[in-house]
């Protein structure tokens, strides 16, 4: 009998969490925001290393480059559908009745 308030309790809270009709956030600007934020922070942390030698700065130069291209290159977080929803079969020969 507990195993079916349990069940019953945990159903209710998710339909109250994930109602019908919510609005979810989009997540796709969620993570765009989280990647910027993350490269800030990456930047900045190498941005405070002080560099003496010539593979430090190359280092640091690799580091910005890279960053700079991650935060312009962003593949999108669903792949765009080409319209087609299943592939057409090949139609049948006429030999084949």
């Given at each position: 009998m507990f195993v079916v308030v349990r069940s019953v309790f945990w159903l209710t809270v998710a339909y109250l969490v994930i109602r019908p009709g919510a609005d979810l956030p989009d997540t796709g600007a969620m993570a765009a925001q989280a990647m910027a934020a993350g490269s800030q922070v990456v930047a900045s942390q190498v941005n405070a290393i002080e560099c003496t030698s010539l593979t430090c700065l190359g280092g640091k130069a690799v580091v910005a480059?890279?960053?700079?291209?991650?935060?312009?290159?962003?593949?999108?977080?669903?792949?765009?559908?080409?319209?087609?929803?299943?592939?057409?079969?090949?139609?049948?020969?006429?030999?084949?009745?």
């Open positions: 480059a890279t960053l700079q291209q991650t935060a312009a290159a962003l593949p999108p977080t669903t792949p765009a559908s080409s319209g087609i929803v299943a592939p057409i079969p090949r139609p049948r020969p006429d030999r084949a009745g």
